[in-house]
């Protein structure tokens, strides 16, 4: 795939760090309904609206899956008494899917997995077999770069941040040879390990398969247009708005992502995902360590600040992040051809960097200076 290089531009999406992480799932909501502006003034707005024309009305669900999902729809004048339904709704699915995925939850399907001897068939639900077929495939297809199958090197680097000092390399090693998808085998009904040791850990792609299924339920539900943002990492948009206009998604600085907004993406139909290193880390001897490893080597991928990926789904978006976070420009090399996915990495640091992206990303980029919505900090 060709590279464009971009000399001018300095923008990125400010990336979420709570892939997964271990949190409070406290199921808070925070609602608000209008057009444009906050709640306090929705009811005004809808009653000068003519008979039918959507509503905008959007809810913050706190603390689930280890950081806050935003739901914003669009709902004919009239319907809006349907709303807390669909976040009652929204939430109850996050919590399930935390309760099947989540390293951190002893009675989760994957934790069992990971607990299980070697030889031992662990049974699981449809979430998550679909979610491990899909991350063979994307294994597949990114020549060994995404791999949620590298937890001991995961273990390896989180042992090394507490200790204060870097992994031994005959240990990073070890744990490589653990990692693999030779060390996990597929069945009709789940999977079963072939080394007591190996684990799986799908933090690099849970988010975006929840994000997926929050929409589908929401456009099954009969929900217009509305969009579906967890953790401000992993965002999916459908349908059209009661504008006209696309979904505006805010773009940071990764060199100062507390600054202000630099940009903005326009997206109608379709994900995105952000993954970086210089929100989340390890740090050791004073030194920032991503907390995205290369699964081949055991190191971290530090070369890429930051990468976009915009996909027709969230999980997809999400998956393709990492690669590229690894392998920088090389891994546009990599993108299936016909897939749509589109993406835009930053290469370097603060003093001397450069950003590149595929050719059609820059149909997403938009002169608006307002976004719709600006991707969340990251939970610490």
Known sequence: MPVRQ???VRLLLLPAACLMAGAIFNLNCRKSASNEVPSKTADSAAATRPDGEPVRLSALIERVMGCDCRLTVYLPAGQEGRFDGLVSDAAGQLQKLEGLMS?????????????????????????????MLASRKFHEQSGGTFDVTCLPIIAAWRQAGKAGQLPDRGK??????LAGWKKITLTERGAVKLDDRAGVDLGGIAKGYAVDRLAESLIKAGVPAGMVDLGGSSI????????GAKWRIGVRNPFNPR???MGVLEIQEGSLSVSGNYEKFIEIAGKRYSHIVDPRTGETADRTPSAVVVAPDAMTAEAWSKPLSILGKEGFKLIPAGSGIEAMIVVGGPDKHEILSTPGFDRFMSVATRPETAPASPEK
């Open 172 to 177: 990073l090693d070890g744990a490589v040879a």
């Open 236 to 243: 999916r948009c459908f349908g059209r708005r009661s504008d």
């Open 6 to 8: 971009r000399h001018l």
């Open 259 to 261: 600054g202000e907004l």
């Open 103 to 131: 390293i951190y939850r002893p009675q989760s399907e994957i934790s069992v997995f990971n607990a299980a001897p070697a030889g031992r068939e662990t049974p699981f639900s449809e979430p998550v077999m679909a979610i």
